[in-house]
C-alpha cells in the first residue's frame, strides 16, 4: 500500500489482470489520465443510478474532460430490486445499441448495486469488456468494488447469478461520500468493522476509538479506514480469487444477513450492511451459544456495532415475516449449502474468523428460534 500525496494506491496483484485501488479526498481527478491509456477511442459508458446521476454526473464529467473522452450514459433506479434480470437485459441493449465491443471500458458509477450490474454486463457483453469501478458509496468503496464478484438477485436468493470479472481500476473518492445520507454511511461502516473482525483485532480496537472519525468522513481517518479495508480484501482475493477458500471470510455476518434481506424482500427498511451488521452479531452469539466465541467477545462486537447505530438484535423484528423457520430455510439456499448443512464463518474471538464449514441449519434455528423469543 503506497501512497502518493493526499492518495493511497492499494495494489491488487493478480498477475495480468492486476489493478490499483486509489483512494482518498479528491481520487475522481485520476480517473481521466488513468482511463485515457487503457481507452481504443476517446469514449466510455457510464452505467449510474439516478441519485449518483443527480449528484455527480458534473464531477464525473470534470475529471474526463481533460482527457476529452466522452461519456454515454445509461441512469437505473436506486435500490437492491433494480439488481435484476430484467434490468440486466436493459443494460446489454443500451450497450449494444452504443456499438459497445471489447475494446471500450463500462464505468460503474454509483453503489454496490451498480457495481453489481455493470461488472455482470461487462462480462457478458461480446465476452467481456473493459470495466472501471467508481464507487460511490462508503460499503461498496471497501466491498463490492474490490474483488471482482458481480450478480443479480432473484426471488430465491441474493447474488444467485454472477460471474467473477474483475475491474481494471477503482477509483475510491471519498468526497463522493458527502451526499450520502447518515444511514447509508453507517451501512458501510459495517463492513469496515468486518475486516477487524475477521483477523485484524488492532484495526477492530482502532475503530472502537476512532469509528466516528469515519463516520463524519473526516478526511485521513476516512482514507485510511478505506484503505486499510481495500488492502485486507486485496490481501484475500489474491489468495483466493474465486471463493473456495479463505476468501470465503469475506462473508462473515453474510449468511445471517442475506437470509434476513431475502425475508424482507429486499425493502429498503433493511439495507445490507445493516443486515451485515446484524449477521455479524448473530455469528458471534451462535459462536458463543455454540461455545466457540467467547461471550465477553460477543457482547463487544454487539456494543461497537450497536454504538454506531448499527442493528445488532431481532427487537423490532415483524414476527410474521422474520420467523426462525423462514430465515433458516433462506439460509439453506446460501450458494455453499449443502444437505441441511451450511458453511457458516464464525469466530475463536475477535481478528480469528474461521470457516465453520458444515453447521447444522436445526441448530441454527433453535438459534435463532431463542433470539426472537427474547424480543417477544
Known amino acids: 500500500m503506497n501512497t502518493i500525496s493526499s492518495l493511497e494506491t492499494v495494489r491488487v496483484e493478480l498477475g495480468a489482470r492486476a489493478y490499483d485501488i486509489l483512494v482518498g479526498h479528491g481520487a475522481l481527478a485520476e480517473l481521466g489520465p488513468r482511463l485515457s491509456v487503457m481507452l481504443k477511442r476517446p469514449r466510455a459508458f457510464v452505467l449510474t443510478d439516478e441519485t449518483v446521476m443527480r449528484h455527480h454526473k458534473t464531477a464525473l464529467e470534470a475529471a474526463v474532460k481533460t482527457a476529452g473522452i466522452q461519456l454515454d ?13 430484467s434490468n440486466l437485459e436493459g443494460v446489454l441493449d443500451w450497450l449494444l445499441a452504443g456499438g459497445a465491443d471489447r475494446g471500450d471500458t463500462l464505468i460503474a458509477f454509483g453503489g454496490g448495486v451498480i457495481g453489481d450490474m455493470g461488472g455482470l454486463a461487462a462480462s457478458l457483453m461480446k465476452r467481456g469488456m473493459g470495466f472501471v469501478q467508481v464507487p460511490t458509496t462508503l460499503l461498496a468503496q471497501v466491498d463490492s468494488s474490490v474483488g471482482g464478484k458481480t450478480a443479480v438477485n432473484t426471488p ?11 475491474p481494471r481500476l477503482v477509483i475510491a473518492d471519498t468526497a463522493l461520500l458527502s451526499t ?3 444511514r447509508e454511511l453507517k451501512a458501510g461502516y459495517a463492513e469496515i468493522v468486518k475486516y477487524g473482525l475477521i483477523n485484524d483485532a488492532p484495526f477492530f480496537n482502532w475503530l472502537a476509538e476512532h469509528g466516528q472519525k469515519v463516520l463524519a468522513l473526516e478526511p485521513e481517518a476516512a482514507r485510511y479506514a478505506v484503505a486499510r479495508s481495500c488492502a485486507a480484501k486485496a490481501a484475500i482475493v489474491v489468495e483466493d480469487e474465486t471463493e473456495t477458500g479463505v476468501r470465503q471470510l469475506l462473508n462473515l455476518g453474510h449468511t445471517f444477513g442475506h437470509a434476513f434481506e431475502a425475508a424482507n424482500e429486499y425493502r429498503e427498511d433493511l439495507l445490507h450492511g445493516e443486515a451485515v451488521a446484524l449477521g455479524m452479531a448473530l455469528a458471534f452469539r451462535y459462536g458463543a451459544a455454540s461455545g466457540i466465541t467467547p461471550a465477553a467477545d460477543a457482547a463487544r462486537v454487539k456494543d461497537v456495532l450497536g454504538a454506531s447505530g448499527l442493528p445488532v438484535s431481532l427487537e423490532g423484528f415483524d414476527r410474521e415475516r422474520f420467523t426462525a423457520n423462514r430465515l433458516a430455510t433462506l439460509m439453506q439456499q446460501d450458494k455453499k449449502a449443502r444437505a441441511g448443512r451450511v458453511p457458516l464463518i464464525l469466530a475463536r474471538g475477535i481478528g480469528a474468523a474461521y470457516v465453520h464449514p458444515d453447521a447444522d441449519l436445526a441448530s441454527v434455528e433453535r438459534f435463532l428460534a431463542t433470539e426472537l423469543a427474547e424480543f417477544t
Open 156 to 166: 430465491r436468493g441474493k447474488n444467485l447469478i454472477g460471474a467473477f470479472y474483475q
Open 73 to 85: 450514459w445509461c441512469s437505473l433506479p436506486p435500490g437492491e430490486k433494480t439488481k435484476s434480470f
Open 180 to 182: 450520502l445520507p447518515e
